[in-house]
């Protein structure tokens, strides 16, 4: 199996910056792709972006152009920098790895926007 490990959540002011990492073990060769999603309290899990063995990228219209996901292969990494938070960010995001029928998810990471 693969284990997803995030780093880098925190507090932060609107208008702020954080940079959220999610480091990968385990059978990571299996993965098709990979990326960060968040669930607000009482609302659903949402797809913030993604990342293809490809490279290519895909983004929530609510953050195209503030967030930028990324590889980082010497780490075994996947990052998530975050710019120009807003209090709508506000929720605990989760790393995923997509495989050929499974995904697999990190504990998750608190992110909070907040003045």
């Known amino acids: 199996q693969v284990q997803l490990v995030e780093s880098g959540g925190g507090l932060v002011q609107p208008g702020g910056s954080l940079r959220l990492s999610c480091a990968a073990s385990g059978s990571i060769f299996s993965i098709y792709a990979m990326g960060w999603y968040r669930q607000a309290p009482g609302k659903q899990r949402e797809l913030v972006a993604t990342?293809?063995?490809?490279?290519?990228?895909n983004y929530a219209d609510s953050v195209k152009g503030r967030f930028t996901i990324s590889r980082d292969n010497p780490k075994n990494t996947v990052d998530l920098q975050m710019n120009t938070l807003k209090p709508e960010d506000t929720a605990i995001y989760y790393c995923?790895?997509?495989?050929?029928?499974?995904?697999?998810w990190g504990q998750g990471t608190q992110v909070t926007v907040s003045s």
């Open positions: 995923n790895a997509h495989l050929r029928k499974l995904d697999f």
């Open positions: 990342i293809p063995s490809g490279g290519r990228t």
